[in-house]
């Protein structure tokens, strides 16, 4: 199988004093420019007591900022046709975008005012602001109880990760009700900090003028961000059940997978790909099409900084939900019996084919940029991917699972029915 053909793309670095990292992937042929802020500033640092802050925080540095109004904003970035995206994670906020390449400084000038001098930071700022943006944060928290299979998961990452990165980005009905806008304004100084933080590019880009850009926008700022301790997962796995009279029964499994660092890092991902990465994979195959146990199944791999983890789904009827729970932690734990090669070879062209579309994509490089630079501390090039993937095998894929046994599954399931864990799982 021979791995994918593209045009070399020059990474280039470049790191400000005050520790805010540019990091670019000029693509001449295309007419976007696409970018990625991240700022470590996740779930996993919100003072005790205030969780949700980050959401409130981040949706509220976007109700004015600089010499604009909330609603001056928001035209100034649609008069240079700027797409939206960012949100909170557990471990980081971003803030990222993409327009035409001539447009990309100037919308670079509006993400400086959003990011440094946000209206939530000034003394009058209005009340009714923040207070609305809380609202939707609770809105968002509350909608969790018309979406169980969510629900479900939330429990499931609090479970497998009983400290600080178990703590949803959605936060909790306390935190969020305590929040005040000092609170906000306290937090923002101490955790959205240059230090650590990324500014991602890619597409149509000048890099060295996006680098004198920065400079004059960003120079100024200084300090480094609160630091989370590393991810810990529960020392023993555990099973825990969520009653709720639901027509379904939702099932959810976390157990160790390995860091993007690993060296096996990529016969980790074919492997997982092997299990659900199509509707041809294992799990789609043997749990619901032979057994028509499930009308849903899945597993993917995970990574926070220093910690890989995978999460399995199925989503059942009451009736068939033990058997479901048996058959998954089965199909997880079959793969390290070996894999066949038409089953790696079908899997690898799944991962480069979505590694094309990601290519296509400026926004989505970006995005995958600031995603490496702040797991590996580099960039890797679409060419390291597709070497990394073209040079998995089934018997590489064997030695891993040497190494790295399916174990130690954690369970959460939702629904009517409290389950037993099988006894070689426990």
């Not at 990091?23 to 996740?42: H, N, S, T, Y």
């Not at 109004?69 to 994670?89: F, I, M, N, P």
């Amino acid at each position: 199988m021979s791995s994918i053909t593209s045009t070399p793309v020059t990474t280039q670095t470049h790191t400000l004093r005050n520790g805010l990292t540019i990091v670019g992937e000029p693509m001449p042929d295309k007419q976007a420019a696409a970018w990625a802020f991240l700022i470590p500033a996740g779930s996993a640092t919100e003072p005790e007591g205030r969780e949700g802050l980050t959401n409130v925080l981040e949706g509220t540095t976007l109700r004015g900022a600089g010499d604009r109004d909330s609603r001056q904003l928001s035209e100034a970035l649609d008069d240079l046709g700027v797409e939206r995206g960012g949100g909170t994670d557990v471990e980081y906020t971003t803030y990222s975008g993409a327009t035409f390449g001539d447009y990309l400084l100037d919308a670079l000038e509006i993400y400086a005012d959003i990011l440094l001098r946000p209206h939530l930071l000034n003394a009058d700022f209005p009340d009714e602001e923040w207070q609305a943006q809380k609202m939707l944060a609770l809105q968002s928290l509350q909608s969790l109880e018309d979406v169980p299979a969510r629900k479900m998961f939330e429990q499931l990452r609090a479970a497998y990760f009983p400290l600080a990165h178990g703590r949803s980005p959605l936060g909790t009905q306390s935190g969020l009700e305590a929040l005040t806008l000092e609170d906000l304004q306290n937090d923002h100084r101490a955790r959205f900090r240059p230090e650590g933080a990324i500014l991602a590019l890619a597409g149509n880009i000048d890099f060295p003028a996006v680098v004198a850009k920065i400079e004059k926008l960003f120079g100024d700022w200084n300090g480094k961000a609160i630091q989370p301790g590393a991810p810990t997962p529960v020392e023993s796995p555990v099973y825990q059940h969520i009653f709720q009279e639901t027509a379904q029964q939702h099932i959810g499994v976390a157990w160790p997978g390995v860091t993007a660092l690993d060296p096996h890092n990529y016969d980790y991902r074919i492997a997982m790909s092997i299990l659900s990465g199509s509707m041809g994979a294992r799990l789609f195959t043997e749990v619901r099409e032979k057994r028509g146990l499930v009308y849903s199944v899945s597993a993917s791999p995970n990574t926070y900084r220093g910690c890989g983890f995978n999460l399995a789904y199925a989503g059942t009827t009451p009736e068939r939900s033990q058997e479901t729970l048996d058959v998954l932690l089965v199909e997880l734990s079959r793969i390290a019996e070996g894999v066949a090669e038409d089953e790696v070879e079908r899997a690898k062209i799944g991962t480069l084919s979505r590694l094309v579309m990601q290519e296509e994509s400026s926004r989505a490089r970006a995005s995958g940029i600031a995603r490496d630079q702040f797991m590996l501390g580099r960039v890797r090039s679409l060419d390291e991917i597709s070497d990394g993937v073209s040079a998995v095998s089934a018997h590489s894929i064997g030695e891993f699972y040497l190494e790295n046994p399916p174990r130690d599954f954690t369970v959460v399931t939702l629904g009517p029915n409290d389950l037993k864990m099988p006894v070689a799982t426990v």
